[in-house]
């Protein structure tokens, strides 16, 4: 089987981005040739600066890959004429469209994006447009939907004998942030999209694509004012610490498509996120009737704890996320270079596609404003269910 031909865009610093990481895996995989790297920033006004020493380092150790400062600098496909080349985008959530743009033009039949993938649902409409007017298959970084605890705990509940209630689902995202100023800088920088946009993305992408959540189903959102703390970033601005909220979710409509394999369909779901708990993930099963709970599955799980702790001891400038998900995003990865390596059209199942990203950011772009009222008002907020598909939800008093 050839070598997928991969361009990795925005690779950032090393043991610091995102794109770095995925390099260093790609850069191992024996199905893949890495022919170019993208970095905007070291390779053009941050040349010199923090950072860059680490990064003219990783350019002299992989002299066979062209290193640009832009895509338009990369270097035509040099294989067959029709041969695969990826494109894998690890920009900023503000730079995500026009890099993905500039990919499609740059000859791209595939693309792995980070998520959120856009700012917005329809941003990430536009961009699914274009990707479909090329024919061009495309992959949202959601590493959750592929990683072992989900699937664990979809395990559990489609074990559920036909007829008994099923268990209520929590979806619990930590990360592990100082509080304060380094909280701060992190909100009104890198994370400004916000925590829904940002750090809840997965937990909602899970929701979309696993659980059957849609916007058009959610009837109204309990938060919960315990376990919530919203922040003033100044300038108008404001963001979560933590929160946590319920979706009470309408009935699926009779004529409804069954769910996708693997998949189940709950009538609610809670979130919690705390960017200040620690650095995992949950998914817990609780007793609709005594609200106990029954299962919890983890990320990482204790074997993986420990592997993590040890790596980093060894190299305490990584970040301890990228070891936390590095199981994941590599099968993440393999799941779609074999996928393109067999020749199928379109994108493997069980990982989220632009489609599965919209119903996301759809969801993500509702909730945030509802949420925040939530927190203003003390109370629920409900909707009357929509009498069309343009109808506005109107808000009950």
């Known amino acids: ?39 905007p920033y070291f390779m053009g006004p941050g040349h010199g600066k923090s950072g860059s020493e680490s990064f003219d380092e990783l350019v002299k150790a992989n002299p066979e890959v062209v290193f640009c400062a832009s895509i338009g600098e990369v270097p035509a496909a040099t294989g067959d004429a029709g041969a695969p080349r990826l494109f894998l985008i690890a920009g900023r959530t503000c730079d995500a469209k026009r890099l993905f743009m500039e990919a499609l033009e740059a000859g791209a039949t595939h693309i ?24 061009v298959s495309v992959v949202v970084g959601y590493n959750k939907n592929v990683a072992a605890y989900t699937r664990d705990a979809l395990a559990a ?8 209630p099923l268990p209520r689902v929590t979806l619990l995202h930590c990360n592990e942030f100082v509080p304060g100023e ?15 946009h940002n750090m809840c993305c997965h937990e909602l992408a899970l929701a979309c694509t696993l659980f059957g959540v849609s916007a058009d189903r959610v009837t109204s959102i309990v938060l919960d004012p315990n376990a919530s703390e919203l922040i003033d970033l100044g300038d108008g601005r404001s963001d979560w610490s933590r929160v946590t909220f319920t979706l009470k979710l309408a009935e699926m409509p009779a004529d409804a498509p069954p769910p996708p394999p693997g ?31 029954t299962s919890e599955f983890r990320l990482p799980s204790p074997e993986h704890e420990a592997w993590i702790m040890k790596a980093q001891k060894a190299d305490p400038l ?15 990865k393999n799941t779609f270079l074999s996928h393109i390596g067999s020749g199928k059209a379109g994108i493997p199942d069980g990982v989220v596609g632009l489609e ?23 109370a629920p907020w409900t909707w009357h ?6 109808a506005k939800r109107q808000k009950v008093v």
């Not at 509940?157 to 008994?164: F, H, I, N, P």
């Open 1 to 39: 089987m050839a070598k997928t031909d991969v361009v990795v865009v925005c690779c950032g610093a090393p043991k610091v981005s995102m794109g770095w990481f995925h390099l260093t895996q790609l850069l191992e995989h024996e199905a893949v040739t890495v022919s170019a790297v993208v970095e």
């Open 112 to 135: 792995y994006i980070e998520k959120p993938a856009g700012e917005s649902a329809a941003q990430l409409r536009e961009m699914k447009a274009a990707a479909d007017a090329r024919n």
């Open 157 to 164: 509940l489609l074990a559920v004998g036909d007829g008994a």
């Open 182 to 196: 380094p909280l701060l800088a992190f909100l009104r920088g890198p994370g400004g999209e916000g925590m829904l």
């Open 263 to 293: 998949s189940v369909r709950v009538d609610e779901l809670t979130f919690s996120a705390d960017r200040c708990g620690g650095n995992f993930s949950k998914i817990v099963l609780t007793d609709a009737s005594s609200g106990r709970a």
């Open 318 to 332: 990584i970040r301890p996320y990228f070891l936390q998900q590095a199981p994941d995003y590599e099968r993440l």
């Open 356 to 378: 599965g990203a919209i119903d996301a950011l759809t969801l993500a772009d509702m909730l945030v404003p509802a949420i925040k009222q939530c927190w203003a008002d003390g």
């Open 385 to 390: 269910p929509p009498a069309s598909a343009d």
